[in-house]
Structures are given as structure tokens and as C-alpha cells.
Antibody
Framework: EVQLVESGGDLVQPGGSLRVSCAGS????????MSWVRQAPGKGLEWVAS????????FFVDSVKGRFSISRDNVKMSVYLQMNNLRDDDTAVYYC???????????????WGQGTMVTVSS | AIQLTQSPSSLSASVGDRVTITCRAS??????LAWYQQKPGEAPKLLIY???SLDSGVPSRFRGSGSGTDFTLTISSLQPEDFATYYC???????????FGQGTKLEIK
């Protein structure tokens, strides 16, 4: 089955760290840009980070630069989001998403996981 | 940074109605715009990419149009399963900075 499955969401204290994972299956994972998008409770969608097929290019929204990192393992068909120095406003459902064409980062997201909840609270 | 403004923010309509949602970009983005549908508790689903191309499996009652700064999503005849929140997204710039609109909640009248 062609799908993305996130895991690793948890309750974390402010200032803490967490790594969330996304496993792909049923498609050529190594051929696609992968991204993370988050959604705070009751709010809209916010792009967080993206990584190129071979991991050589990575991009982040300004609000997470210096705190979050993105990586991937194409053998395990997985993408990861390492989140450090977490803040209350990082509380959200984190979705991984696939760039549509694979040839450019300038793409719609044609496949999404079900999301994993990250709660930052003391 | 590019901003996307959707209107209206919410909309009440009936089954069978034709509805239009607008997305305006603060700068020109050519046709680098997508539309997503999200139902409560679910992940977003791609409907339209490149402003007017229908994603695979999406019913033909969904139609996207526009280029530059002004875009529309039209649903020609609302079905019960269409009541959801709709988001536009731009993907024009490199380094990539994907911006989403604030969403339009489509509710049953």
C-alpha cells in the first residue's frame, strides 16, 4: 500500500527535545522531496521543513531554524524531524508529506501521513 | 514573505449549490498554487495542483483557475462529502517556502 505513517509524537516539557519519524511504503521513497507540515489545535496548516531526495538540501520555516533539523534514511524509507528547545507554540499535529513530481521542491504535496501529535507543556 | 488570503473564511451552503472560494497572493506566483481539502481528524488531501490541474481521483465537480495573484476553487454541485475546510498553498519560490492560506470552512446550511 502506498502510504506515509508518522510516529513518535508525545508530551514534552518546554525546552525539551523529541524526534518524530515518518515511514513511507509502496513507492520509490528516494525519488521524492519530503516535507513536514504542522497544524496547531484548531488552527491552519504551517509548513515546517523540507529535505531533498539525497538529503543535500534542507529548508526550514524561520520560526524553527536553529531548533529543528530534518534528515532521511532512504534505505529505511524514512524521514525524521528532530525538534530541540521545544516551545509551547510548537504544540501541533505534525504531518509528513511528499512532493508531487520529485523533480523540484516547487511542488504540491500529493501524499500525506495521518499525523502525530506533539504537545509541549509543563 | 508571500501571504495568501482566502475568502471567505467560512461559508454556509446547501447540497447542490455552486460555491467559489478565492485565494489572493501578496505577490505573483505564476500558477504555483494548490488546493487541499481537510475533514476533521484527517490529513489534508490534494485536490488541485498547478492552479488548475485536477489530482488523480478527484471528482470533476472541483475546478481550479487563476494565475499570478488571484485564484479560485469552484465546486460546481456540492455533495454531502464536500463539507470540509479548504486551504490554498503556494510553492513558487526557491528556497522553498510553502505558504498556506488561512483556510475556508464550508458548512452545511
Amino acid at each position: 500500500e502506498v502510504q506515509l505513517v508518522e510516529s513518535g509524537g508525545d508530551l514534552v516539557q518546554p525546552g525539551g527535545s523529541l524526534r518524530v519519524s515518518c515511514a513511507g511504503s509502496g513507492f520509490s521513497f528516494r525519488s521524492y522531496w519530503m516535507s513536514w507540515v504542522r497544524q496547531a489545535p484548531g488552527k491552519g496548516l504551517e509548513w515546517v521543513a523540507s529535505i531533498k531526495q539525497d538529503g543535500s538540501d534542507k529548508f526550514f520555516v524561520d520560526s524553527v531554524k536553529g531548533r529543528f533539523s530534518i534528515s532521511r534514511d532512504n534505505v529505511k524509507m524514512s524521514v525524521y524531524l528532530q525538534m530541540n528547545n521545544l516551545r509551547d507554540d510548537d504544540t501541533a499535529v505534525y504531518y509528513c508529506a511528499r512532493g508531487m513530481s520529485g523533480s523540484s521542491p516547487n511542488d504540491a504535496f500529493d501524499m500525506w501521513g495521518q499525523g502525530t501529535m506533539v504537545t509541549v507543556s509543563s | 514573505a508571500i501571504q495568501l488570503t482566502q475568502s471567505p473564511s467560512s461559508l454556509s451552503a446547501s447540497v447542490g449549490d455552486r460555491v467559489t472560494i478565492t485565494c489572493r497572493a501578496s505577490q505573483g506566483i505564476s500558477s504555483a498554487l494548490a488546493w487541499y481539502q481537510q475533514k476533521p481528524g484527517e490529513a489534508p488531501k490534494l485536490l488541485i495542483y498547478d492552479a488548475s490541474s485536477l489530482d488523480s481521483g478527484v471528482p470533476s465537480r472541483f475546478r481550479g483557475s487563476g494565475s499570478g495573484t488571484d485564484f479560485t476553487l469552484t465546486i460546481s454541485s456540492l455533495q454531502p462529502e464536500d463539507f470540509a475546510t479548504y486551504y490554498c498553498q503556494q510553492f513558487n519560490y526557491y528556497p522553498p517556502l510553502y505558504t498556506f492560506g488561512q483556510g475556508t470552512k464550508l458548512e452545511i446550511k
